[in-house]
DNA sequence: ACAACGATGTAACATATGTAACATAAACCT
DNA sequence: AGGTTTATGTTACATATGTTACATCGTTGT
């Protein structure tokens, strides 16, 4: 039997059927351990899944506000978990429910993504969709630091799980200076992509702050840079690799000139702009792009959402 | 606090943070009974859900076979359980899903729905929509005999659950006579009232079969008439009141004279015609309604899927 | 073929959950 | 207001779940 039917199966007999662990060894003719830690898996993994017919009313109130003040096309609050390891999770249960609806409802053609924590836990909770005439595609350049959150595995896992089509983006975040930013993006086929990327229907987007708690910062940043330089140069936060200040705006410095994504006036023409993020290190550029309309819809936590209410 | 919003916290805290029943009694500040107790309900209640990501192969096999064999527009197969208590509520979660995917996807202007167990259990299991330009209406009388299976509650139910607009079949499943049908069908009122039902755009029924265990055999049948009479004139099983063979056809009966539903023939003209059923004492009806085209989705369990199919 | 590593079985144990028994408080009915 | 019924708190207990420790088996790499 193939791990997933088994998963399936021993998760159904469990919480469909109300058997024991024990019982469900006997029937499927496997050790308890193993019944246990299949379920653990299955919970884990996405097969089964816990969801809430009903939102907080907190939460309600605040996507209301959050809507109103930023004149958002819509937004998403979920609850703030009081152990801040689980708020990427949490942020991208929430995520995906959203992506999930706008996807079966909204059929759009392609979806630029970005990468982050945020985005990597958003695979995790998507649905199953059988979506192949969409294209799902890197919005920007990668850390060339291999791991699970980077930009490949992300776009893939994503495509895979909406079973679209998958377009990355091969580049690094940053060229080493803004005249071989140039000479990268005149190549017709860069030119070619950036034009798609563009062009994408839906944007989904998380922020980054300027600390050593971004990935990027500790691992994308051209050498001699540091987030002291870019905080004295203004910047609050980073969205694409594109470090803003408090108003939104790109901050003066040469490394905005450096970076493989697309013009924030470009980026503005996408449809729909999605921004998902969360945490107190996170208020000032969610902030930012709330206010600055680089983001038409917003995906925080509660706690968040009323400090940048405020 | 609302109750459901007690639910939904409660239910939160312990399958998406991981707190121990304890851990939240002190933090909502009631006993650990209390969250005992509600945790069980919101699961009960379907406030909170259990979904899988992925079908069992052999239900999809099931399907593919079920479809392909009786040239149905669609099939959904639901693992059988071993406790057959549970058949019910197994049926009313495929199906919840199923309708809910329909509404959210093809956007019915009217919904017509009979009563009974599988349909009350679909009402628990269904996602709550938005879709206040839906009617969901009874598509036929329904028994005097008060119970939360009868068609008020359900349609009522049904409507709430997607905030839909509710129309009632106000009549008893059948008149004392023939020509008490006739009296009665000819009132402006229910000629208006057929029309309507007979141009929905989704039929939801289930399907009775001839023995006591049917509530319609039970407590539907007029003064002096027994499933055995039934049986004689070759019924095998009920759709909306109306007594039918093996062949999908009315038994020569005056009941199927006396019965408040629509024609067959005009039922046959509603584009999407549900049925959800199953169980062994169903899998003569249910092989008569897939086998003469009168369903053109079946919703049933794994072993009725195999038994019809054989 | 052998060594190393990972997966799994077995058994035990800690803790979490589900439930029962009884008392008390709250709600309902007359 | 008083009596009855239902809901809830407290405590205890049975059982289910989650995890650990160690042994064994299966897989992988050289």
Redesign the pocket.
């Known amino acids: 039997m193939e791990h997933r039917e088994l998963m399936v199966r021993a998760a159904w007999l469990?919480h469909v059927e109300g058997?024991?662990?024990?019982q469900i060894a006997e029937r499927m003719n496997?050790?308890?351990?193993?019944v246990?830690?299949i379920?653990?898996e299955a919970l884990e993994t996405g097969v089964v899944r816990i969801s809430f017919d009903s939102a907080l009313s907190e939460s309600v109130e605040l996507e209301v506000k959050l809507r109103k003040r930023f004149a958002l096309r819509d937004a998403v609050v979920v609850p703030t978990p009081n152990e801040t390891a689980l708020l990427h999770s949490v942020l991208g249960r929430g995520a995906a429910g959203f992506l999930g609806r706008l996807i079966q409802t909204q059929k759009p053609a392609s979806i630029g993504i970005g990468w982050g924590s945020t985005l990597r836990e958003t695979i995790q909770h998507m649905p199953s969709l059988n979506e192949p005439q969409i294209k799902v595609r890197s919005m920007m350049g990668g850390l060339t630091h291999g791991s699970e959150i980077n930009t490949f595995e992300i776009v893939r896992g994503f495509a895979q799980a909406i079973s679209a089509q998958c377009r990355y983006f091969a580049a690094p975040i940053y060229a080493e200076s803004p005249e071989s930013r140039e000479a990268i993006i005149s190549q017709t086929v860069f030119q070619r992509t950036f034009r798609q990327i563009c062009d994408v229907d839906v944007a989904y987007l998380s922020v980054g702050d300027v600390s050593q708690q971004s990935l990027q910062v500790r691992y994308g940043l051209p050498e001699g840079m540091s987030e002291e330089i870019l905080q004295k140069a203004g910047a609050v936060g980073d969205l694409m690799g594109r470090y803003l200040n408090a108003s939104g705006q790109e901050i003066d410095h040469l490394l905005n000139r450096q970076v493989l994504s697309p013009e924030l006036d470009d980026f503005r023409r996408i449809g729909c702009r999605i921004v998902a993020s969360g945490g107190a290190h996170k208020h000032k550029i969610l902030h930012a792009v709330a206010q600055s309309g680089l983001a038409n819809i917003l995906i925080t936590d509660a706690d968040s959402a009323r400090a940048i209410l405020a």
């Open positions: 469990y058997l024991t662990q024990q496997i050790t308890r351990r193993r246990n830690e379920l653990s």
